[in-house]
């Protein structure tokens, strides 16, 4: 008896491979953020001991709860910021090595923040509140003018390789410029050097909040306008067939890329790699729409910055690496591996 054609609704009904394949993931890394918030809350440069013994001692107590806690929150955050904004740059611009740096927010960030430093006489180790508040905020402000510039520059969003090529030479200006405020005032090079190599160290509750709301609306923000990066993929003229409206979607995506990486490196400087890798990484994984591949990618930074800032912690205790080092290092090797892998394949990266 010949078989019965299965009606097409009850494929319709059924789940791909790609999204069942998609939610494992998005849970595998919550699980791991869950483990490695845990493991980042004992790590320091007096061990375990802190932990066991805040409950009897004041000073254990508040060095796990106003000094690793808000670190190690601030390092996830800092990283679901990066992975956020790398998906959408990559997306944005149809260019798997798109970095959240490309509109020269990175550069501006560092110009800021070295202005602050020769306004406040900040030092690495500043200890007043109202001296840091004025280092991140005017590296934000520094961001936030960067990306600024590049839009007025590339004359909006419309055009994607003009609005590249802008962000390349207003990061190139910016930190033309940034070198001649150090060359002004040498005796801010050893902070620049603490900000450009990247750090968690002075993240506090204030920042943690700070970062959460940012991450928040910026994620709400690009789930929303995720349609836009899917019609990109098919080409700029396929998109606007299909209806979208592409400028004010992409100033949107624009703004949710920037605001993300200006809150990210407002508070812990320049860390590399993390919102490069993350997309790569969950490419990888998973091949799913920009509304998921959004979510997973900032998912999968929060977990490569948390993991690598526990090792930069832990790796020469009691002292630390700079967490911008260790991903830079990782994160290279990383790509390097990817371009062999793919070289041998016969494929492009």
Not at 219 to 247: F, Q, V, Y
Request: glycine letters at 12%.
């Amino acid at each position: 008896m010949p078989s019965q054609p299965v009606p097409a609704a009850s494929h319709a009904a059924q789940p791909g491979p790609g999204p069942r394949r998609a939610a494992w993931l998005g849970a595998c890394l919550l699980v791991v953020s869950a483990l490695l918030l845990v493991v980042g809350a004992c790590v320091g440069s007096t061990g375990f001991d802190s932990l066991l013994r805040m409950g009897q001692d004041p000073v254990a107590w508040q060095i796990v709860w106003e000094i690793r806690l808000p670190r190690t929150l601030g390092a996830w955050l800092a990283g679901a910021l990066l992975g956020l904004a790398g998906a959408v740059a990559q997306g944005l611009f149809r260019n798997p090595l798109a970095d959240p740096y490309l509109l020269g927010s990175a550069s501006g960030a560092a110009l800021g923040g070295a202005l602050a430093m020769v306004v406040f006489g900040v030092s690495p180790m500043a200890a007043q509140w109202l001296a840091r508040l004025g280092v991140t905020g005017m590296a934000f402000l520094g961001a936030a003018g960067a990306v600024a510039l590049t839009l007025v520059l590339a004359r909006g969003v419309q055009h994607t390789l003009r609005l590249l090529l802008a962000g390349v030479i207003v990061g190139v200006v910016l930190g033309a410029l940034r070198d001649l405020v150090e060359l002004a005032s040498p005796d801010i090079l050893q902070a620049m050097q603490a900000f450009t190599l990247g750090s968690t160290s002075f993240v506090g509750w204030v920042a943690c909040a700070l970062m959460a709301g940012a991450w928040a609306l910026c994620g709400i923000a690009a789930w929303t306008l995720s349609r836009a990066l899917d019609g990109l993929t098919l080409g700029e003229a396929t998109a606007a067939s299909l209806g979208l409206p592409l400028a004010p979607m992409r100033a949107g995506l624009v703004a949710a890329m920037a605001l993300a990486t200006g809150t990210a490196v407002a508070q812990t400087g320049l860390i590399a790699f993390v919102g490069l890798a993350a997309p790569h990484l969950v490419r990888s994984i998973v091949k799913v729409t920009h509304q998921r591949h959004i979510v997973l990618s900032s998912l999968m930074g929060a977990a490569l910055l948390l993991a690598a800032d526990i090792l930069a912690r832990w790796i020469l205790a009691p002292q630390e690496l700079p967490v911008g080092v260790l991903t830079a290092a990782l994160g290279g090797t990383y790509l390097l591996w990817l371009m062999h892998r793919r070289s041998m394949q016969g494929h492009s990266l």
